[in-house]
């Protein structure tokens, strides 16, 4: 079994619906929870970093760390056209090294 | 410009020749990753580098060789390259403080024949 579980999708929404993104994990060992967004043809940008339990939010964007349940999840408000990519949950535990465990990634269409 | 430069941005070969892929960056980070992106598979980690003594091989080293020639360098190399090493390969940075989150370069798309 991977580490980090990711339903590859894909998703696909109206403008301006709420999307809910997710991951599982098994490894309760993870403390550093982290969201790219990769556009086609691009290497994966940085959208929301956390650490331990609890909501984290920037502008359109909530991140939420469920520890107790292995299970973060990536709220996007108000989605755009432009927001349409695949979106990778990261995760990493002090012991690797910082070395990145990466789900495959959830491949998100915005229709206008 | 980009802070993290990935070269060639593509490249097609054949099976059995020596490939190398090279990354630099100008964020000033001390460590640095080999990621490769399979579809279905999602990224690996290759090799990572915390500074330009130390190399640590990751997930999936085999057929594979790193060299970190400064701060700013780490490049890698495939020294007979197969069909199934045919993949994405990133490069990433992040800096040595209390965990800090790494930032990716836009790959190199390789193709071996």
């Known amino acids: 079994q991977k580490e980090v579980e990711q339903d590859p999708g894909p998703l696909s929404v109206p403008e301006g619906a709420i999307v809910s993104l997710n991951c599982t994990y098994s490894?309760?060992?993870?403390?550093?929870f982290m969201w790219y967004r990769q556009y086609s043809r691009k290497g994966p940008e940085l959208l929301m970093y956390?650490?331990?339990?609890g909501n984290k939010e920037d502008g359109r964007f909530t991140a939420q760390v469920d520890k107790s349940s292995k299970y973060i999840s990536l709220f996007i408000r108000d989605s755009q056209p432009s927001d349409s990519a695949t979106y990778l949950c990261?995760?990493?535990?002090?012991?690797?090294?910082?070395?990145?465990?990466f789900g495959k990634g959830t491949s998100l269409l915005v229709t206008p | 410009d980009a802070d993290v430069t990935q070269t060639p941005r593509n490249r097609i070969t054949k099976t059995g020749k020596r490939i190398m892929l090279e990354c630099s960056q100008t964020?000033?980070?001390?460590?640095m990753y080999w990621y490769r992106q399979d579809p279905g598979l999602g990224l690996r980690l290759i090799y990572y580098?915390?500074?330009?003594?130390?190399?640590n091989k990751g997930e999936i080293s085999d057929g594979y060789s790193v060299s970190r020639q400064a701060q700013a360098k780490f490049s890698l190399s495939l020294e007979s390259a197969i069909p199934n090493q045919t993949a994405l390969y990133f490069c990433?940075?992040?800096?040595?403080?209390?965990?800090?989150?790494?930032?990716f370069g836009d790959g190199t798309r390789l193709s071996i024949l």
């Open positions: 990433a940075t992040s800096d040595s403080r209390a965990y800090q989150p790494q930032h």
């Open positions: 490894n309760s060992a993870f403390q550093y």
């Open positions: 956390t650490y331990s339990s």
């Open positions: 990261a995760m990493s535990y002090s012991n690797s090294g910082y070395a990145l465990n």
């Open positions: 964020k000033g980070h001390d460590r």
């Open positions: 580098s915390f500074d330009v003594k130390d190399i």
